[in-house]
């Protein structure tokens, strides 16, 4: 099993920035898609974006194409979501997830493994 934390969550302006983390420690973490989604109240969870364990494929939600970027360092094994240009609907609870067993990266269930989520609010 993986341990997933992640950090960098806060509150913003609109059209300002914020970077994420997720520290992951366990099973080899470079052998894992990793993927973001988020969650706002009374809202399901949704896709943000994802990232092969060669970081050769990566998948973004049309919401963020353009805004966001992920990114992984697997040698300190860490998952990154850059985040610009942010607007007051991308306010959520964000969740790095690992390991989608090889099934789809966009399917919140096709996942593995799961933080505890970091806070992100953008008032507008």
């Known amino acids: 099993q993986v341990q997933l934390v992640e950090s960098g969550g806060g509150l913003v302006q609109a059209g300002g920035s914020l970077r994420l983390s997720c520290a992951a420690s366990?099973?080899?973490?470079?052998?894992?898609?990793m993927g973001w989604f988020r969650q706002a109240p009374g809202k399901e969870r949704e896709f943000v974006a994802a990232?092969?364990?060669?970081?050769?494929?990566?998948y973004y939600a049309d919401s963020v194409k353009g805004r966001f970027t992920i990114s992984r360092d697997n040698a300190s094994n860490t998952l990154y979501l850059q985040m610009n240009s942010l607007k007051a609907e991308d306010t959520a609870v964000y969740y790095c997830?690992?390991?989608?067993?090889?099934?789809?990266?966009?399917?919140?269930?096709?996942?593995?493994?799961w933080g505890q989520g970091t806070q992100v609010t953008v008032s507008s």
């Open positions: 997830a690992a390991d989608t067993r090889g099934l789809g990266v966009r399917e919140p269930a096709n996942y593995r493994d």
């Open positions: 366990g099973r080899t973490f470079g052998s894992s898609a």
């Open positions: 990232i092969t364990w060669t970081g050769r494929s990566i």
